[in-house]
């Protein structure tokens, strides 16, 4: 009889305040140094805005705010100042207790 396949991941629960969206700090073009599932460092660059009112193209780079996993990055290309652009998954609670989870 033959084993049963190894998962090659280890799974683990994270609750809803362990999710940090990383929102743009200017408008312009958003590219991307890090893809989906890769493990950041908190002060890495893992993306980059493109300002569109400079008269030359100027690329600023963003910072990952904590340590943890980029799961999610936004479908635009074009942002706003204010645009939630990432999402990571860390171990660090990133909401404080007793904060309403509700939009």
């Given at each position: ?84 652009i990432a999402m990571l998954a ?14």
């Amino acid at each position: 009889m033959s084993q049963a396949p190894q998962n090659p991941f280890k799974l683990k629960q994270l609750g809803v305040d362990q999710v940090k969206m990383v929102n743009a700090l200017m408008s312009g073009i958003v590219t991307y140094r890090s893809k989906l599932g890769d493990t950041l460092k908190a002060g890495a660059p893992f993306a980059d805005v493109v300002l569109l009112g400079s008269p030359t193209a100027q690329s600023i780079p963003i910072m990952t705010p904590c340590n943890g996993v980029l799961f999610s990055i936004t479908g635009h290309h074009f942002v706003t100042k204010g645009d939630t652009i990432a999402m990571l998954a860390t171990d660090e609670q990133q909401i404080k207790v007793g904060t309403q989870l509700a939009f």
